[in-house]
């Protein structure tokens, strides 16, 4: 009677089991994103450099309003009313993946339109733009060097010869000169000589002669 009821409990604990099982399975939420693009194909993509848009096609495009283009700013609205590129839409980077923005992005997809992301800075918008490259966006691009580059004078962000201006980060601080100064002990731009510490001997005190 005993192995009976005990073997009844076990069955209806593996169907119970197994109807959590199922419940989950079918209430489990899929994931809202998912990559399309492999990291190899990004990385390659990323070395072709096709999703890189100069500065000064930037201005361009831009200034003829040229409607294959739409300039994304993803900076927070004060900056954008500070001060923008033309005919840019604001979506701010904390928007970037809703469902409405996706699906104006999927939009300018089918219209063949190219989406050129940019913030304050080119490292600003380096994720989102690789974020949106791995949702298998094909037009989509980065702004080089960001807005602070672009809201220069048009005559300096054309493209240059070489390494252009925009690739170039200069340190905010020399730290190899600072450390070549502290090692060659020159911190004030004078020679400073140390001079030798020689150590003194303290002298034993004689004991007092003579007792109790």
């Not at 848009?53 to 930037?58: C, D, R, V």
């Not at 989406?115 to 994720?127: F, K, L, P």
């Amino acid at each position: 009677m005993f192995h009976a009821n005990n073997s009844k409990r076990l069955t209806i604990t593996a169907i119970a089991f197994v109807l959590i099982i199922i419940v989950g399975l079918i209430t489990m939420h899929k994931p809202e994103h998912i990559y399309k693009l492999n990291p190899a194909d990004l990385v390659e993509s990323i070395m072709m450099k096709d999703g890189e848009l100069t500065p000064g096609k930037a201005v361009y495009y831009a200034e003829e309003s040229n409607p294959d283009f739409v300039f994304i700013d993803i900076r927070n609205q004060y900056e954008f009313i500070k001060g923008h590129i033309p005919n840019a839409i604001n979506i701010p980077l904390t928007e970037l993946l809703s469902k409405a923005t996706l699906k104006q992005f999927d939009k300018y997809s089918e219209d063949s339109v190219t989406i050129v992301i940019y913030g304050n800075s080119q490292t600003d918008a380096n994720a989102p733009w690789m974020i949106l490259k791995q949702l298998a966006y094909p037009d989509v691009k980065i702004l080089l060097g960001g807005f602070d580059y672009y809201s220069k004078d048009h005559a300096e962000t054309g493209d240059t010869a070489g390494m252009p201006e925009y690739y170039v980060e200069i340190p905010k601080y020399d730290y190899a000169a600072i450390a070549a100064e502290t090692s060659s002990g020159d911190v004030t731009g004078q020679d400073v000589k140390a001079e030798p510490v020689l150590p003194v001997r303290k002298k034993k005190k004689t004991v007092a002669s003579g007792g109790c």
